[in-house]
C-alpha cells in the first residue's frame, strides 16, 4: 500500500515549495487530493493556505467542497451549557 504525506507536511510542502521556486513532489498532489478525508483541523490549513497561494486547490470546485466538509464540522459540535 501506498503511504502518503500527512496533510500538514502536503500543505506545508506546497507553500515551501512555491516560496522557493521549486518543483511540487507529486506526492503533495496525490495527499492533496485525499483532502475530503482530512480532519477538521487540515481543512482550515488548507483554507488558510489558498489565501496566499490560490492555486493550491488543484481541482476544480476544491474550495467549496472543503468548506462544504468545514461547514459539516461546525454541525457536529455540542453546544455548551451553562
Request: hydrophobic share 35%; net charge negative; proline share 4%.
Amino acid at each position: 500500500m501506498k503511504q502518503f504525506m500527512t496533510a500538514e507536511s502536503a500543505i506545508d510542502t506546497f507553500i515551501n515549495c512555491k516560496k522557493e521556486g521549486q518543483e511540487i513532489p507529486q506526492e503533495v498532489f496525490e495527499s492533496l487530493r485525499n483532502y475530503r478525508k482530512w480532519k477538521e483541523s487540515s481543512l482550515q490549513g488548507l483554507i488558510n493556505a489558498s489565501a496566499y497561494f490560490p492555486e493550491i486547490f488543484i481541482e476544480t470546485g476544491m474550495e467549496e467542497t472543503a468548506e462544504k466538509l468545514l461547514e459539516e464540522f461546525k454541525k457536529r459540535i455540542v453546544p455548551h451549557k451553562k
